[in-house]
C-alpha cells in the first residue's frame, strides 16, 4: 500500500516539474536575441497569423465541445464523462497553445543566434520545440491524474471508476483531430500554393517576400507541423495512459499486495518518461565539434537510457516481473527499429530516395510511379516488426490473458521517449521558419548556411518521428481495442479470461462486413483531406496568381504583396474543410455500434487501425521519399536545379506534401479517436443497438 | 436422383455447346475481309508479336507448374491434385491463347469493316471479344466436369473427394497471375515509354507509325488487357465453381433428396451462365440506328433477363427455395449497382472526372491530388453496397450456417454474367487495336471517326467491368475462404454448425497480427508491379529516344522505326519482372500457414482480401478517371489537346495506367490465389505446422 501511495504522489510531482520546466524553457527563449527590426517585423507576421488561426481554430472546436459534452452528460447520465471530455479539449488546446507559442518565439531567435554561432542555433531551436515536447507530458499526466484523483478512484471502485476517464481522452482525440486537420490542411494548401506559383510559374527561390503565400506558408508550418503534431501526441499520450489504466483493472488480482500497481503503472511508467524528456531536452547542446544530428542523438541516447534504467526498476525491482521489463524494453526496440526501417526508406543517400530521383529523368509520371511504389512497400518491414513484437510481448506475457497485460507494457515502452522525440520533431518546422525569416530579411550566405545544416537535421528528426509515431498510434490503438473489450466484458457478462468466450468469431459474416466498413474508412477519411489541401491550395494559387498580375512592380521587388489575405483564404478554407471529415469519423462508428453491435465493432476498429496504420505509413514515406529525391537533384545530380529531372522532382514532392503532412498524420488521430468513441458510447450501444 | 442426373449431363453439354460456339465465333471472325495488304502487314506484326509473347510466357511459366506439380505430388501424396493443377494451368492458357487470337485477327477485320460500315464493324469487334469471354466460360465448366467424372466424385465420397478439385483452381490461379502480371506489366510499359517519347516529347500523335513502341504499345493491348483480363476472369471461374463445390457439401443434409445438388449447383449455374452469355453475345449487332453502346446493353439485358429467369426455376422450382433465389438476384443486382458507382467516378461527364480536369490548370500535381482523392473516397460505396448484399443474402439465407449457403449462391448470381461481360470487356482492346492500326495505314477521317465512337463504348464497358471485376474478386474469394473454413472443420473435427464452435476470436493477438500481415501484402504487391512498369517503360523511353536520334530520317517519316526492338525489350522485361511478385505471393501464405497456423491464416486470409480489393477499387478508379480527365481536356475543355492543363492531365494518366490495368487487376488475382493455396496445402499445414 505505500508504494502505490507513493505512486500517486509521485505521477503529479513529476507532471508539476514538467511544468516548472515548460515555464524556465519558455521564460529562457524569450530572453534570447530577436534580432534586427526587420526580424521581428517578419516574425511578428508570423505570430500574428498563426495565434490568429488557431483562435479561430479553437473557436470552430468549441461549439462542438460544448454540444458534445452536453448530449454526452444527457445520454450517459455521468458528469464525470462529459467534465472530463471538455477538460481533455481544453487541456490539448492549451498545450498546443503553449508549443506553438514557444516555436513562434524560438524561430526569429535562432536566425538571430545563426548570426553569430550555429551551435547556439541549434540549443535555441531545441528548446523551442522541448516547450511542445515537455508541454505535453505534462499537462497530459496533469489531467489525467487530476480527474483520478476528482473522481475519488480506489483499489475497491476502481474496476468500474476508471471508465469515467474515457471522457479526456475522447475530449483530447476530438480537438486533436480538428487541430491536426484544420493546421494540416493549412499548412499544405499554403505550401503547395506558394510553390506552385513561385518556384513553378514565376521562377523565384522558396520563401521570397514577393510571394504574398510565404507568410502563409510560414505560419503553416506552426500551425500545422508544430501544433497539429502536438494535439496528434497529446491525444495519444492520454488515450494510451486511460487505455492502459483500464486493461490493467483486470490484472489487479494478478500481482497480489502490489495489485493496485497494475492500474497505476501506466502513470508511473509517464512519469518517469517525463523526467527522462527533461534530462534529454537538456543534454541537446549545440558545439562547434559536433553535427547538429549528433547533438540531437545525444539527447536520444540519454532519454533512451534512462529510461531502460527506469524500466528495470519498475518491471525487476518492483513489480517483481522480469515479463514487464522485456516488454517494456521490446516496445523501445520496436520504436529504435521502425525508426531506421523509415530512415531506409526515406533517407537522400538511400537507394529508394535515388532510385526515384533516377526515374525523374523520364517525367513526373515516372518520378511519382517510383515514389508511389517505394511508398507502398515501404509499409512491409515495419508491420512486421510490430507484428513480431506483439506476439513476442504476448507470448513473453504468457499469451492469453496474462500476455495482454505485457502487451500494454511494450505500448508504454514505445510512448515513453515521446517528449524528446516531439521535442526534436518540433525543433524542425522553428529551423524552417528560422531558414525562411533569413531568406525574407535578406541575410548573409554564412547564415542560411547554418540554417541548412540545422534543416538538414530538421528532415531526420522528421523521418525518426514520422516512424516512430506510426509505431506509437498503432500499438495504442490496440492496447485501446483491448481496453474496449475489457468494457465490453463488463457490460455483457463475458469472461474474459477464456478466450474462446469472447463471442467475435472472424468468420461471422456480421465482422467480415464490419472489417469491409472498417478498412474503407480510412480511404474515404484519406481522400477528403486530400482533396481539401488540393481546393484550398488551387485558391491560394489563384490569390498570389492575382497579386501578382495585379500589384504593379511586385515581381520587380518595388512593391510589397498582400500577406494578409493569403493567410485569411487559407485560414477560412481549412478551417471549412476539417469539419466533414471529422463529422464523418465521429459518425462512422457509432452507427456500426447502433446497428452491428458491440462485437461487431470490435471488428470495425481492428479493421480500421491496421488499414489506417499502412495507409498512413505508405503516405508518410511516399511524400518524404519524394521530398528528399528532390533535394537530391537540387544537391546536384541528374542536371540539378532547374533541370527537366527537377521539375518533375518537384511535381512528386508537391502531391506527397498532402498525405505526409495532412492526411497521414490525421490518420493516426482517427485511428485512435474511433476506439476512444467507442468505448466511451458503448454503454449506449449495449442498452439502445440493434443487436 | 434423376434430377442431379439431368445436372450431370447438363453442365457438360453446355460446355460443349459453349466451346461448339467459340469454334463458329472464330470461324466467322477469319472468314472477314482483313483488309489492303498494308493493314495485313500492321496486323501480323501484331500478332507475331503477341503470340511470340504468350509463348515465351507459357515456357517461362511451364518450368513453375512443373516443379509445382511435383512438389504437390510428393507433399500431398494425392496424383489427383497434382493432375488437375497441371490441368488448370493448361486449361486456363488454352483459353488465353485462343481467346487472344480472335483478338488479333478480329482488330484488322474491324479496321477494315469500318469502312464501309460502322455497325458491321461493332459486330466483329464484339464477336472477337465473345471468343474470350465463352471460351472462358466453355473451358472452366469442362475442366472442372472432366476431372468430377475422372475422379469418381459420388453423393458419397463428396465430402472428402470435392477437395481434390482444388488441384486445378490452383493451376488455373497460378497462370492466371503469371498471365496477368506479365501481360500487365508489358502493356502499360508499352503505352506510358510509346507515350512519355511520342506524345510529350516528339509531339506525334498516338499509335502514329514512327514511334518505335507503337507495335509493342498494339502488342499490349491484347497481351494485356485481352489476355490478362481472360485469364483474371478463368481464374475466378474456377475458384467459384470449386469453392460453391465444397460449401455445397456442407449443406447436402439440407436439401434431403435434392442434396446432391447443393454440390452440383455451382456447376448448374454456371451451366445456365454459359447458354445466357450466347444468347447475350449473338443478341450484339451493330446497327446505324443505334449507338454501339446501346448494342451492347442489349446484350447484357439479353443476358441479364435469361440469368433472373434461370434463377427462378433454378432456385424456385427445382431447389423449392426462395432465399437461393433471392441470393442470386442479389447478387446479380449488385453487380449492377457497383458497376453503376463506378461510372459516376469514372464517367467523362461525372463531377468527379470534371473537377480532375479543372485542378489539371494548376499543374500535374493537383490533377495527381484530385484524381488520388476520389480514387481513394470510391471504395466507399461499392463496399457498403457489399456489405450489405452480403448481409442481406447471410439473413435471408437463415443466418449461421444456412445463411453461408445463400452467401455462395449470391456469388453465384455476381459471375453469373461473367461470359458476357468479358465479351465487352475484350472488345475494348479490339477497338483499340482496330483504330491504331487505321491511324499507322493513314486510313480517312470517316474510318477513324467510326473508331471514335467503338472507343468511346469500349471505355464504358472497360468501367463496367472493373466494377464487375472488383464485386466477383470480393464476393468469390469471401466464398473460397468459407471453402477453406470447411476443408479446416474437416481436419481439426471442429462442429462448423455452432458458430461459436469456430476458434478463430478476433481479439486474440495471433490473429490480429496475421491480418496485419495479410492486410501489408496487397501494398508490398501493388509495389513490387508498378515499379516493374516503371522500370520497363523507362527502357522503353531509352530505346525509342535512341532510335529517334540515331535513324536518320525517322521523324521526318523517310524511314522506318526497329518496331521489333521495343517488342523485344518489353517482353523480356515483363518476364523478368513478373516472376518475384508470384514468388512473394505463394510464398507469404505458405509462411502464415506453418507458422500461425490454420485459423490464424484464416484472419490473414479475410485481411488479404478486404485490403487487396481497396486498393485495387482505388486504383481502378484513379487510373480510369484520370484517363477520362485527359479525354475531356482533349475534347475542348480547359485549353484542350496542347494546353498547360492537357499536359497536366496527360502525367496523371500516365501515372494512372499501371494503377489500373497492372496492379489493380493482378491484385484481384492474388486476393483469390491466396486462398486456393491457402485451401490446397491446409492437410500440410495440420500437420507439419508449428501451432
Redesign the interface.
Known sequence: MSLSTLATIFAPLSGLVALAFVAILFWWISRQDPGSPQMREIASYIQEGANAFLRREFMTIAPFVLVLAGLLWVAMGKWQIAFGFVMGAVFSMVAVYVGMNAAVRANVRTTQAARSSPAKALTVAFRGGGVMGLGIVALNLLGITILFILFGITPENAPEAVHLLVGFGFGASLSSLFAQLGGGIYTKAAD?GAD?VGK?EVGIPEDDPRNAAVIADLVGDNVGDCAGRGADLFESGSDNLIATMIVGTVFMAQYGSYGWLAVLFPLISRAIGALGAILGIMAVKGSEKRSPIAAVNIGLAVTGVFSLVSFWVLGVVIMKSYSIFWSLALGLGAAIVVSLIIQYYTGIKQRPVNEIAK?SR?????N???G??????S??LP??T??AV??AA?YIGGG?IH??FA?TAATLGITEMKGIIMASDAFGPIADNAGGIAEMAGLGAEVRRAGDALDAAGNITKAITKGYGMACALMTS?VV??AY?VEAAKHTGVNLTN??D????????????A???G??LP??F???T??A??VT??QV?EEVRRQFREIPGLLEGKAKPEYARCVDITTRNALRHMVVPTLVSIITPVIVGFTLGIWAL??YL??VK??GA?LAT?MFNAGGAWDNAKKYIEDGSYGGKGSEAHRAA??GD??GD?LKDTAGPSLHILIKLQDIIAITLLPLFVTYGLK
Chains 1, 2 share one sequence.
Open positions: 503547395v506552385l513553378v526515374a523520364s517525367g513526373s509520371a515516372l511519382i510511379m517510383a508511389f511504389s517505394y511508398g507502398l512497400e509499409v512491409g508491420i512486421l510490430i507484428g506483439t506476439l504476448y492469453w500476455g495482454v502487451l490496440v481495442t483491448f473489450l478466450l474462446q469472447i463471442p467475435i468469431i472472424i468468420t461471422d459474416p456480421l465482422n467480415i462486413v472489417m469491409m466498413l478498412a474503407a480511404f474515404v484519406s481522400a477528403l486530400i482533396r489541401v488540393g491550395a488551387y494559387v470490435t471488428a481492428i479493421a491496421i488499414v499502412l505508405f518537384v511535381t508537391t502531391f498532402p
